[in-house]
């Protein structure tokens, strides 16, 4: 049997593990928990021109011989309570290696749709970096019924701008609104066909 | 819009004059600038720096006539179709109007939390429509204290540009989620919709009659609009590689100059001015571009920075 937090905390007051001063009603107490327990909205980070409507549901971006380090984008979409938001929708799109947008096609551009578990998962390269821009960056666009739709940027930890420590010179790209948009980058495979992989998770909030 | 038109003069260098126009003026301007906007009937500019300053010039005697400081910092300049009014859209949010002849700022006012992108005129100078990055596009009315009259809603994002019809009755609003979105300017509700377009469209105008809608942005195409039904009528070739931040129509005909960019950033911006009955373009010029213009007189004005100088030619 599963409850929700206001639900156990209702039961263990009223079997007495719960010892509530007077003053303190379960809804209130519930609603402090619930508020302790919220996770922080992924930042905001502009949209920028070149978004494509329409992509395709594709979940392998990079075409055999494409330039560019193997990237895997992953992750999980959920609420500020930590819960999978049903019937998001996903867009991710990049530059190729080479720092060019596909304005004619599709290329490295796509519409995914996570799972029941909330995931995401897409194979990808490495984005360039190109004249108008200061780092290599991934656009989001994550919408879902009853959220506010969230427009962001992913940014990879490993940009040479960024000198080996982003805590630090993160804000050298001016348009990066926070530090845990810039994410760790995980080098897997062996030392032939290395892959990088990037968490990033999506914390949606309600409208 | 981001600032793309920024964009156009950030790229300039090494530039001569336009081919095929008329010289109008030379203007020795304080600083490098990679922005500028030039009022409707001429004779002032505002120019800002790298620095975020703007300084407001007169474009006949050169006389300097306001320097707005570098902080909270200009995004955003429009002036009224008659001239008469220059609306300022900060980094912070905030707006001012001021009276282009005094320079005075007559209203100023918080819209939005977020930078502006776009500030777009009414005729009277009354009603100012107010982008903000990223979030709906806004309806001031400004005939007494700033008074939000309405909001643009998009499906995500901001407001990339907008066009009011001859006879002001009706607003084409273009947004990031790239639909065109048609606006009854008495009672602010959406009346139609093109959802024909896959990529933003940066620039919109009506032509004189108010019978059609030119467009133009990411497919580097103008493409044709019925004005009354919403409907695409057709489309221009398209620039392969680049797109257009600029779309001003002027002349008989009407001609419509473009101004394009690369859409990776490494080529220089460029012109065309476009026959619309024929489909035809010509080259801006090939060895400068313009950096900002304005039609004047039903003219086609065109400027160009270079360092501290500002030329403004008339195409011929």
Request: aromatic share 8%.
């Amino acid at each position: 049997m599963n409850f929700t937090r206001r639900e156990l905390l209702e039961r263990c007051a009223a079997f007495g593990v719960l010892t509530l001063a007077k003053a303190t009603p379960v809804a209130a107490l519930a609603a402090a928990w619930e508020e302790a327990q919220k996770m922080r909205p992924t930042p905001y980070c502009e949209l920028g021109p070149f978004y494509k409507r329409d992509a395709p549901h594709i979940l392998t971006l990079r075409a055999p011989g494409d330039a560019g380090m193997p990237l895997t984008l992953s992750g999980v979409v959920h609420n500020t309570r930590g819960e999978v938001v049903p019937d998001a929708k996903v867009e991710i799109w990049q530059t190729d290696n080479d720092g060019h947008y596909d304005i004619e096609g599709y290329r490295y551009r796509t519409l995914l749709t996570p799972g029941p578990k909330g995931s995401y998962a897409v194979e990808s390269v490495m984005p360039g970096h190109y004249p108008d821009r200061v780092c290599q960056h991934v656009h989001y666009l994550t919408t879902a019924p009853g959220h506010k739709p969230l427009i962001t940027q992913l940014y990879f930890a490993t940009d040479p701008v960024f000198e080996g420590n982003p805590d630090k010179n993160y804000t050298r790209d001016p348009l990066i609104t926070g530090r845990e948009l810039v994410r760790p980058v995980v080098i897997k495979g062996d030392p032939k066909q290395m892959i990088a992989a990037v968490t990033f998770d999506l914390v949606l909030e309600t409208l | 819009m981001r600032n793309l038109v920024a964009l156009v003069a950030l790229l300039l260098s090494g530039v001569s004059a336009f081919a095929g126009s008329k010289p109008i003026s030379t203007v020795k301007v304080p600083c490098n600038s990679y922005y500028q906007v030039l009022s409707p009937d001429g004779s002032q500019l505002a120019w800002r720096c790298k620095d975020r300053t703007v300084h407001v010039l007169n474009v006949k005697d050169q006389k300097e006539l306001r320097v707005i400081p570098a902080a909270p910092g200009v995004n955003s300049l429009a002036y009224s179709s008659d001239g008469q009014w220059l609306a300022l859209g900060f980094y912070n949010g905030n707006v001012e109007v001021a009276s282009s002849k005094s320079l005075e700022p007559t209203h100023r006012w918080k819209a939005s939390a977020r930078r502006i992108d776009l500030l777009y005129f009414f005729p009277d100078g009354k009603t100012v429509i107010v982008g903000p990055t990223d979030a709906d596009g806004q309806v001031w009315d400004l005939s007494g204290v700033p008074k939000l009259a309405a909001t643009l809603p998009f499906e995500f994002g901001g407001m990339n540009a907008c066009a009011l019809s001859p006879d002001g009755k009706l607003l084409v609003v273009a947004g990031d989620d790239t639909v065109l979105r048609w606006y009854d300017t008495k009672t602010w509700k959406q009346t139609l919709e093109n959802r024909n377009f896959l990529l933003e469209t940066f620039a919109l105008a009506f032509t004189a009659d108010g019978k059609q809608v030119l467009a133009g942005g990411a497919d580097a195409r103008i493409t044709v609009l019925d004005a009354l039904a919403a409907k695409t009528l057709r489309q221009l070739p398209a620039e392969k590689g680049s797109y257009i931040v600029q779309l001003e129509l002027f002349g008989a005909g009407p001609s419509a100059a473009t101004v394009y960019l690369d859409d990776a950033g490494g080529k220089p911006p460029h012109g065309r001015v476009w026959d619309l009955a024929t489909e035809r373009s010509v080259a801006l010029g090939s060895d400068k571009f313009p950096t900002c213009g304005a039609v004047v007189g039903d003219k086609l004005w065109l400027c160009n920075a270079d360092g501290n100088t500002l030329t403004i030619a008339q195409y011929e």
